[in-house]
């Protein structure tokens, strides 16, 4: 799984290539369903590539395993309001 993670990283953080990053971290989810940063990275990517509908189902999927993470709740948010 980490090894899927930190590829998924260098795609996203690195060479801001979020189409790459995203089958990485889906794999990543797919080992680890509970992965709850997974979600948020691929949610951050989804974004930078315009696909919003997809952005928000990953952060509330991270916001239902972890109902107190502020990162999700607070991306979430954000994105929410640029959507309307």
């Not at 590829?7 to 509970?34: C, H, N, Q, R």
């Not at 990953?58 to 993470?69: G, M, S």
Request: charged fraction near 35%; proline fraction near 4%.
């Amino acid at each position: 799984m980490w090894g899927y993670s930190s590829l998924g990283w260098v795609y996203k953080d690195g060479l801001k290539e979020y189409d790459k990053a995203v089958p990485e971290f889906t794999k990543a989810i797919e080992l680890d369903p509970s992965y709850l940063n997974g979600y948020i990275q691929r949610a951050i990517c989804y974004e930078n590539l315009g696909k919003l509908d997809e952005a928000i189902k990953d952060y509330e999927k991270a916001l239902e395993l972890d109902p107190d993470c502020k990162e999700a709740r607070e991306l979430l948010g954000n994105l929410k309001t640029i959507k309307k």
